[in-house]
C-alpha cells in the first residue's frame, strides 16, 4: 500500500523558516520522481517542486526558486522541502506527490494527505 506521509508545516512569521518531510512507503521511492504540490484556501493546485529519482536534478516554481530546496534521502525513504524567506502567499496546504514534471501537477490520486504551512504575523 503506498503511502506518503508529511510533517513539519505550521505557523511562521514572514521572513521564516520551515522544513517540510514526506515519508514514503510501498514502493521503491528511489526509483521515482518526487514533487511538492500546494494549495492555497480558495484557489487550484499550484506545482512548487520535482527532483529525479537520484536527487541531481531540482526543478522550480518561479515563485519558489531562489527560497525554497527540494532534496530527497533514498536510504530513508523521505523527501524534504526546505522553505526560507517565506512569505504570506506560500500559506497553503503543501502534498507531497509521487511522479511529476517542471511545471506537470501529479494526478491527485498520488499525492499524501498534506501539511499546513502559514506565513502570517
Known amino acids: 500500500q503506498v503511502q506518503l506521509v508529511e510533517s513539519g508545516g505550521g505557523l511562521v512569521q514572514p521572513g521564516g523558516s520551515l522544513r517540510l518531510s514526506c515519508a514514503a512507503s510501498?514502493?521503491?521511492?528511489?526509483?521515482?520522481?518526487m514533487s511538492w504540490v500546494r494549495q492555497a484556501p480558495g484557489k487550484g493546485p499550484e506545482w512548487v517542486s520535482t527532483?529525479?529519482?537520484?536527487?541531481?536534478?531540482?526543478y522550480y516554481a518561479d515563485s519558489v526558486k531562489g527560497r525554497f530546496t527540494i532534496s530527497r534521502d533514498n536510504a530513508k525513504n523521505t523527501l524534504y522541502l526546505q522553505m526560507n524567506s517565506l512569505k504570506p502567499e506560500d500559506t497553503a496546504l503543501y502534498y507531497c506527490?509521487?511522479?511529476?514534471?517542471?511545471?506537470?501537477?501529479?494526478?491527485?490520486?498520488?499525492w499524501g494527505q498534506g501539511t499546513q504551512v502559514t506565513v502570517s504575523s
Open positions: 506527490a509521487r511522479y511529476g514534471a517542471r511545471g506537470v501537477i501529479p494526478h491527485r490520486g498520488y
Open positions: 527532483i529525479n529519482p537520484g536527487g541531481g536534478s531540482t
Open positions: 510501498g514502493f521503491t521511492f528511489s526509483t521515482y520522481m
